[in-house]
C-alpha cells in the first residue's frame, strides 16, 4: 500500500467510448504524475502536475486530457481513443525528498 | 535528453546468489536516482532513492550506489531468494522544476529455487 490509489483497475471501452481515470493520493504531496507503461517500453511521462496546475504536457494527443481539482485528486479523460492507446497508466505522487510514489496502475484496453 | 539504460534485459539466478543490476545514464545532472520493483500486472514499489549528494543507500538486502561521474548506479540484493522475482527499474530525476523521472526499459530477475 503506497497511499496512491487508482481506480478502475481494469477498464474495456471501444473506440467512440468516453471514460475517466482517477488517481488519489493522501499522503499530502502537492506533484502528481500520468505515466503510460506499454508492453516492451519504458514508462513514459505523460503529464506533471504541480500546486494543481499543470506544468508538462509531453506531447500527449488531446484524445487525452487530464484534470487536477485539487492536490489529492488528480483524473484522466479519455475518449475516442485507438487501439495503440492500450497500456497500464499509472499515477504517481511526489514527496518532499523527491521519491514518486505509484499506484497499482489502471489496466486499459480499446477494442 | 537523458537517457536511462538497464543491462541485463532479463537475469536467471539460484536462490542464494546476490544479484547485481546495472544502470547507466547520459546526463550526470541528476535531482536523485530511484530504484523500484514491478510485479507482473502491478505498480511499482519504490525500493531505494539516493539523493545526488549520496554516494549509496541501504535497506536489508539491498544496496544501491550512485556514481554520478560515469554515470552508473548499481543495486546489489544479497542472499537472493524466489519472492525477489520481479522487474527492477531505474529512474532519473531531472534537476528542472518539475522532477520528472526518466525510466530505463528494467531487468526482468527470475530466481530460481
Known amino acids: 500500500e503506497t497511499g496512491v490509489t487508482q481506480t478502475p483497475r481494469h477498464l474495456v471501452m471501444g473506440m467512440t467510448n468516453k471514460k475517466s481515470l482517477k488517481c488519489e493520493q493522501h499522503?499530502?504531496?502537492?506533484?502528481m504524475y500520468w505515466y503510460k507503461q506499454s508492453a516492451k517500453k519504458p514508462l513514459e511521462l505523460m503529464f506533471v502536475y504541480s500546486l494543481e496546475e499543470r506544468v508538462e504536457n509531453n506531447s500527449v494527443p488531446s484524445r487525452f486530457s487530464p484534470e487536477c481539482p485539487n492536490s489529492s485528486h488528480l483524473f484522466l479523460h479519455l475518449h475516442t481513443l485507438q487501439p495503440e492507446d492500450s497500456a497500464l497508466y499509472l499515477c504517481a505522487s511526489r514527496g518532499y525528498t523527491g521519491e514518486l510514489f505509484f499506484g497499482e496502475g489502471s489496466r486499459l484496453t480499446v477494442l | 535528453k537523458q537517457e536511462v539504460t538497464q543491462i541485463p534485459a532479463a537475469l536467471s539466478v539460484p536462490e542464494g546468489e546476490n544479484l547485481v543490476l546495472n544502470c547507466s545514464f547520459t546526463?550526470?545532472?541528476?535531482?536523485?536516482l530511484q530504484w523500484f520493483r514491478q510485479d507482473p500486472g502491478k505498480g511499482l514499489t519504490s525500493l531505494l532513492l539516493?539523493?545526488?549528494?549520496?554516494r549509496e543507500q541501504t535497506s536489508g538486502r539491498l544496496n544501491a550506489s550512485l556514481d554520478k561521474s560515469s554515470g552508473r548506479s548499481t543495486l546489489y540484493i544479497a542472499a537472493s531468494q524466489p519472492g525477489d522475482s520481479a522487474t527492477y527499474l531505474c529512474?532519473?530525476?531531472?534537476?528542472?522544476?518539475?522532477?520528472?523521472?526518466?525510466f530505463g526499459a528494467g531487468t526482468q530477475v527470475v530466481v530460481t529455487p
Open positions: 539516493i539523493q545526488s549528494s549520496q
Open positions: 529512474a532519473c530525476m531531472t534537476t528542472d522544476s518539475w522532477g520528472k523521472l526518466q
Open positions: 499522503l499530502g504531496h502537492n506533484a
Open positions: 546526463d550526470s545532472a541528476i535531482y536523485n
